[in-house]
């Protein structure tokens, strides 16, 4: 049996844990249960000065499950800690993590030793955060055409291929540049088309894509919905189109969340990049009273 057919069964194993038990055609499925997440980059100035101080308030504020960054391969540490004793940190605080976003683009352009090198690092220290996902975040300006995207797809099932084989799983996070024309496609197009939906799954920015994209955040999950496994959920100013605390902004999350295929979500975070209407703890605080006031019961 091919090294990727069993990889492939294997993944559809694992994912029958998830079908829907039923009883005389009657199904015993119940409604999921979400942590409330955050992408930590949100933070990133409050956890560059007090890692701890600052997930004691993520914590007070009702975040459960967090997307983290910044993990450094070589030292084997997050946020200036050693592995083992950040997930203490998070474990104090009754946090989880289920994906991180990694500096693989940093690698693009080395030996794929070296990036091989950088994924196996990665996969040693999200099995020891017990993470669900390694997620690419980011693609280069200079990459950016008909080309590098290609070879970005190259490169995500390789990866994935790898990250699975270590039991976990690999998605792609878009931005706006994705949907940027190149000839009649568009790059996260070519990210779809060329990578195995098994090897790489996708976590959709549904800022990026009302800010940027021809479809609609509906119409893009619709055509794959189990792929979609992550979103990412954050405001659009109403003027500037930067982001917004949640609530503040044009997107209509009350209309849209309900609306959305969910048959593949297994993890959402709130995110501000940045833009904040006083700091960043203030606008995580906005926004996670706002979501749990409006948000919280489509999800």
Same mark, same amino acid.
């Given at each position: 049996?091919?090294?990727? $057919?069993?990889?492939?069964?294997?993944?559809?194993?694992?994912?029958?844990?998830?079908?829907?038990?039923?009883?005389?055609?009657?199904?015993?499925?119940?409604?999921?249960?979400?942590?409330?997440?955050?992408?930590?980059?949100?933070? !990133?100035?409050?956890?560059?000065?007090?890692?701890?101080?600052?997930?004691?308030?993520?914590?007070?504020?009702?975040?459960?499950?967090?997307?983290?960054?910044?993990?450094?391969?070589?030292?084997?540490?997050?946020?200036?800690?050693?592995?083992?004793? /950040?997930?203490?940190?998070?474990?104090?605080?009754?946090?989880?993590?289920?994906?991180?976003?990694?500096?693989? #683009?940093?690698?693009?352009?080395?030996?794929?030793?070296?990036?091989?090198?950088?994924?196996?690092?990665?996969?040693?220290? &999200?099995?020891?955060?017990?993470?669900?996902?390694?997620?690419? +975040?980011?693609?280069?300006?200079?990459?950016? *055409?008909?080309?590098?995207?290609?070879?970005?797809?190259?490169?995500?099932?390789?990866?994935?291929?790898?990250?699975?084989?270590?039991?976990?799983? /690999?998605?792609?996070?878009?931005?706006?540049?994705?949907?940027?024309?190149?000839?009649?496609? *568009?790059?996260?197009?070519?990210?779809?088309?060329?990578?195995? +939906?098994?090897?790489?799954?996708?976590?959709?920015?549904?800022?990026?894509?009302?800010?940027?994209?021809?479809?609609?955040?509906?119409?893009?999950?619709?055509?794959? +919905?189990?792929?979609?496994?992550?979103?990412?959920?954050?405001? #659009?100013?109403?003027?500037?189109?930067?982001?917004?605390?949640?609530?503040?902004?044009?997107?209509?999350?009350?209309?849209?969340? +309900?609306?959305?295929?969910?048959?593949?979500?297994?993890?959402?975070?709130?995110?501000?990049?940045?833009?904040?209407?006083?700091?960043?703890?203030?606008?995580?605080?906005?926004? &996670?009273?706002?979501?749990? !006031? $409006?948000?919280?019961?489509?999800?």
């Amino acid at each position: 049996m091919q090294r990727r $057919n069993f990889i492939k069964q294997t993944s559809l194993v694992m994912a029958s844990s998830a079908i829907p038990l039923s009883v005389s055609g009657i199904s015993l499925e119940t409604k999921r249960k979400y942590k409330m997440g955050l992408q930590l980059f949100t933070i !990133r100035d409050a956890m560059e000065k007090d890692p701890i101080g600052s997930l004691k308030t993520v914590q007070n504020l009702g975040y459960q499950d967090l997307e983290i960054y910044g993990y450094d391969g070589e030292k084997d540490t997050y946020y200036g800690y050693k592995t083992s004793d /950040f997930k203490k940190i998070l474990e104090d605080h009754n946090l989880t993590t289920s994906s991180g976003h990694y500096g693989l #683009m940093n690698f693009f352009d080395k030996p794929e030793s070296d990036l091989i090198r950088y994924v196996d690092q990665c996969i040693e220290g &999200a099995h020891k955060l017990k993470q669900d996902f390694i997620t690419w +975040p980011w693609l280069d300006s200079m990459y950016r *055409n008909k080309d590098g995207f290609k070879t970005l797809a190259e490169k995500l099932n390789r990866i994935g291929e790898r990250v699975i084989q270590s039991g976990l799983r /690999f998605a792609y996070h878009n931005h706006g540049f994705e949907f940027e024309d190149l000839g009649g496609e *568009n790059g996260y197009d070519i990210i779809i088309s060329g990578t195995d +939906p098994f090897l790489v799954k996708l976590q959709i920015d549904l800022y990026w894509v009302m800010h940027s994209a021809q479809k609609s955040p509906i119409e893009i999950i619709a055509e794959q +919905p189990e792929r979609f496994v992550m979103w990412h959920i954050k405001d #659009m100013d109403k003027v500037t189109q930067d982001y917004s605390e949640l609530g503040n902004g044009s997107i209509d999350y009350v209309k849209m969340l +309900p609306e959305l295929d969910k048959s593949g979500l297994e993890f959402y975070y709130l995110e501000q990049g940045g833009n904040f209407a006083h700091n960043s703890i203030q606008s995580i605080t906005h926004s &996670a009273n706002y979501f749990k !006031r $409006n948000l919280k019961k489509f999800l």
